[in-house]
């Protein structure tokens, strides 16, 4: 059996400007169906409609950061097993393997390469077991 495509893409950033380039990033150049949202509760209110493969989360937002919006989206049997990407300016190594202990699939530095963006997304994607 093939694996599936990647194809919807949930972004949650906060920052309007880095959320308008990431969405361009992955929508226009990166060629996925993107659902982008300022907040970690927009994101809890729209991922069950919108039904992403995989999710791209800030990690320091106010009210809900990544870290607690990632705990919400697995205690959810729905949203339980969505790949996580992590996307963050604290790239020091503690960082990343703080990060990765929570489960994330990657941790995507900012700022990032919006031309790359999308295929390291997929290159996430075919190494997950899904």
Do not use: H, N, Y
């Not at 950033?13 to 169906?33: C, H, K, N, S, Y």
């Not at 729209?46 to 607690?68: C, E, K, N, S």
């Not at 190594?93 to 919006?114: M, N, S």
Request: glycine share 6%.
């Amino acid at each position: 059996m093939s694996k599936t495509t990647l194809r919807k893409v949930m972004l949650v950033e906060d920052d309007p400007d880095i959320r308008e380039i990431a969405e361009m990033a992955l929508g226009t150049v990166g060629g996925f169906d993107v659902m982008a949202c300022a907040s970690g509760g927009e994101a809890l209110r729209r991922v069950d409609a919108f039904a992403p493969q995989l999710a791209v989360i800030d990690v320091m937002m106010p009210a809900m950061d990544g870290p607690t919006l990632f705990a919400s989206l697995r205690a959810r049997p729905e949203t339980a097993k969505l790949p996580i990407v992590f996307m963050t300016a604290k790239v020091q190594p503690e960082e990343i393997v703080r990060w990765q202990a929570l489960g994330a699939a990657d941790v995507v530095a900012k700022p990032f390469d919006p031309l790359t963006l999308a295929d390291r997304l997929r290159a996430v994607w075919d190494k997950l077991d899904v």
